[in-house]
């Protein structure tokens, strides 16, 4: 089973307007880290944000905030106030701290957003 | 500072050949990783190292593969016997240690191109 669930495909959004990216989850490990990255066509990847899964809020990082549901093993993120430089891929990224002891990252396949003018 | 960084940036080589990929990282992390990214696709791990542990090998999809890390420091990543399917971007990244919510910070990558 995938560990990382990323299956919307390419998404487009007004300028200015919200958007959400979806992100589901699988690990039996009781505690990891979920994280998303940004990796616009120059091919760079730019951290955005991190959610641990004991922390009680909600993740936020300027117009980015993440909806974490625990219990339904998602973390998705909001994208607030689009702007033509968000045009780019997502990946959602998690680390198991007890089963995954070598920290790497588990990536899903990423999603395209576009913003229209 | 200086972020990761990687060389060469591209680099094409015909099938059956051996390449070297070289990595620096942000000067006091002492993990760094590899990870490969195909076509369209999301990162694969490829190997880990942790200051003088010994590195986590599990990520390497054949023994073509191997990686080192000298000095604690940068790491060159070998893929011998090239073979198309090698083709991807090899992605560095190095990250603070024993924190688990750090962030790992990427260099800009190799695009591999094997004909």
């Known amino acids: 089973a995938q560990k990382i669930t990323q299956t919307q495909p390419g998404m487009f959004v007004q300028e200015k307007e919200a958007v959400t990216l979806d992100c589901t989850y699988d690990?039996?490990?009781?505690?990891?880290?979920l994280f998303w990255y940004k990796q616009p066509s120059s091919g760079e990847m730019i951290f955005l944000i991190y959610q641990g899964s004991y922390d009680q809020q909600n993740a936020t990082e300027g117009r980015y905030s993440l909806n974490f549901q625990k219990a339904r093993k998602s973390a998705n993120l909001v994208i607030s106030a689009s702007q033509l430089g968000d045009s780019a891929m997502y990946f959602c990224?998690?680390?198991?701290?007890?089963?995954?002891?070598?920290?790497?990252?588990?990536f899903g396949k990423g999603i395209t957003l576009s913003v229209r003018p | 500072g200086a972020g990761v960084s990687q060389s060469p940036s591209n680099k094409v080589t015909e099938k059956g050949k051996d390449v070297e990929l070289r990595c620096d990282p942000i000067s006091g992390h002492t993990a760094l990783y590899w990870y490969r990214q195909s076509l369209g696709q999301g990162l694969e791990f490829l190997i880990y190292?942790?200051?003088?542990?010994?590195?986590?090998k599990s990520g390497l999809p054949s023994d073509r593969f191997s990686a080192e890390r000298t000095g604690g420091s940068v790491s060159t990543l070998t893929i011998q016997r090239t073979q198309q399917e090698d083709s991807a971007v090899y992605l560095c990244a190095s990250s603070q240690p024993g924190l688990g919510t750090s962030e790992q910070y990427f260099g800009p990558g190799t695009r591999l191109t094997v004909t």
């Open positions: 190292f942790q200051g003088n542990s010994a590195p986590d």
């Open positions: 690990t039996s490990d009781p505690s990891y880290g």
């Open positions: 990224a998690m680390r198991e701290f007890y089963t995954g002891a070598n920290s790497k990252l588990t």
